[in-house]
């Protein structure tokens, strides 16, 4: 089993900035991906952003509506993952979710508990 933990997030005025940070722990062997979610009310979760290929080096990928304002950056031996958030917009406003992905399908995917970023116009 697989366990997220996050921390970061909070409140902070648009075109500020915040840090996302999420460590796994357990079995983590097998994470291949990882990354970052979000949702709102009454909306679906969707990507943000996410590291794919971890176990081969590691490729970012972004949502359009991030790209140029979040980074984001990981270490695969550790399963660890940090998403830097500059130019938050009022709509950039979620419960941001840690997601982790096995090379095995029959395992996982695993979630984090989730941490709410506020951006106030």
């Known amino acids: 089993q697989v366990q997220l933990v996050e921390s970061g997030g909070g409140l902070v005025q648009a075109g500020g900035s915040l840090k996302l940070a999420c460590v796994a722990s357990g079995n983590i062997f097998s994470i291949n991906v990882m990354g970052w979610y979000r949702q709102t009310p009454g909306k679906q979760r969707e990507l943000v952003a996410q590291?794919?290929?971890?176990?081969?080096?590691?490729?970012?990928n972004y949502a359009d509506s991030v790209k140029g304002r979040f980074t984001i950056s990981g270490d695969s031996a550790k399963k660890l993952v940090n998403l830097e958030m500059n130019s938050l917009k009022p709509e950039d406003t979620a419960v941001y979710y840690c997601?982790?992905?096995?090379?095995?399908?029959?395992?996982?995917?695993?979630w984090g508990q989730g941490t709410q970023v506020t951006v106030s116009s």
């Open positions: 590291i794919t290929g971890l176990l081969s080096g590691g490729t970012p």
């Open positions: 997601n982790a992905v096995s090379l095995w399908p029959d395992d996982g995917p695993w």
